[in-house]
């Protein structure tokens, strides 16, 4: 079993920046990738950016490309999501996750493990 624990959410305005980061235990080694999906209210989940254990492959979804940015630090069990430049639109619980392994990276299904969320509202 993998635990997944999100933290770094919050109230920021239009432009400004955080980060997010998910903190993995339990048997991490068994993890292929993580990722960072979102759900805004009243709308279906969508994918946002994933990383390969390793850290050498990365996604991000074109909604946030360029803004938003992925990494790990597998040395402490720990993936972050640098966003800047937030939107509105960017308002959503954020929700770490893990699989086991291999497959398309974007499909939430694929996924074995997940955290309970952070919540990240962007004001206008």
């Known amino acids: 079993q993998v635990q997944l624990v999100e933290s770094g959410g919050g109230l920021v305005q239009a432009g400004g920046s955080l980060r997010l980061s998910c903190t993995a235990s339990?048997?991490?080694?068994?993890?292929?990738?993580m990722a960072w999906f979102r759900q805004a209210p009243g709308k279906a989940g969508e994918f946002v950016a994933a990383i390969s254990r390793s850290g050498g492959a990365t996604l991000h979804a074109d909604s946030v490309k360029g803004r938003f940015t992925i990494s790990s630090d597998n040395a402490q069990n720990k993936m972050y999501l640098q966003m800047n430049g937030l939107r509105p639109g960017d308002t959503a619980d954020y929700y770490c996750?893990?699989?086991?392994?291999?497959?398309?990276?974007?499909?939430?299904?694929?996924?074995?493990?997940w955290g309970q969320g952070t919540q990240v509202t962007v004001s206008s």
């Open positions: 996750a893990a699989k086991k392994d291999n497959g398309d990276y974007a499909r939430s299904s694929l996924y074995d493990y």
């Open positions: 339990g048997r991490t080694s068994s993890t292929y990738a």
